[in-house]
């Protein structure tokens, strides 16, 4: 019975830092929702050519209503697959960010600088979030998903391989 408490006192704070971390992933993704929109409706005007406003404008606004959807997810689910996709995405958007610094001048600006910072750090959260164990618990004694520890529990002292 020790054992069973011992492990479910270990899914609690698993749990716990889980969330810590999601909540700061959804405040760095709200702030760059914002920046995005501002962007969106040229209330923050970036470097850039008067051939980019208009794509400019609709970038802003498509990337700030797609991470104001990470934002919802990060505060309500807690699902690997949503973390592996949005990991995916911030790799990709801070690769073009970099790819496409040649074609601007100054090459990094400081809006430009700060949504990347930003979206490191909601990447490396999300990487903690896809490597750590704990997402979607449903075991029947330390409440660990069988999906992530593919079908047996591998908390320490865990006594179960009876999954919900």
Same mark, same amino acid.
């Given at each position: ?83 592996? =996709? ?20 100054? =090459?990094? @600006? ?8 930003? @979206? ?17 618990? @449903? ?21 179960? @391989?009876?999954?919900?």
């Amino acid at each position: 019975m020790e054992a069973i408490r011992g492990s479910t006192t270990v899914a609690r704070v698993q749990l716990a830092r889980r969330r810590t971390a999601r909540q700061v992933a959804a405040a760095l993704a709200a702030g760059c929702a914002t920046v995005y929109v501002l962007i969106g409706l040229d209330l923050i005007d970036p470097e850039r050519s008067a051939s980019e406003g208009p794509v400019l404008h609709a970038l802003g606004i498509a990337a700030g209503v797609t991470y104001g959807i990470g934002v919802a997810l990060l505060l309500r689910v807690d699902r690997r697959g949503y973390w592996v =996709a949005g990991a995916i995405l911030q790799a990709v958007l801070l690769l073009a960010y970099l790819l496409t610094a040649g074609s601007r001048v100054p =090459a990094f @600006e400081p809006w430009g600088m700060l949504l990347a910072s930003a @979206e490191l750090l909601i990447l490396t959260t999300l990487a903690y979030l896809v490597a750590s164990a704990g997402g979607r618990c @449903e075991c029947v004694f330390c409440r660990h998903h069988r999906r992530v520890h593919r079908g047996r529990c591998l908390v320490v002292a865990c006594p179960c @391989e009876v999954f919900v």
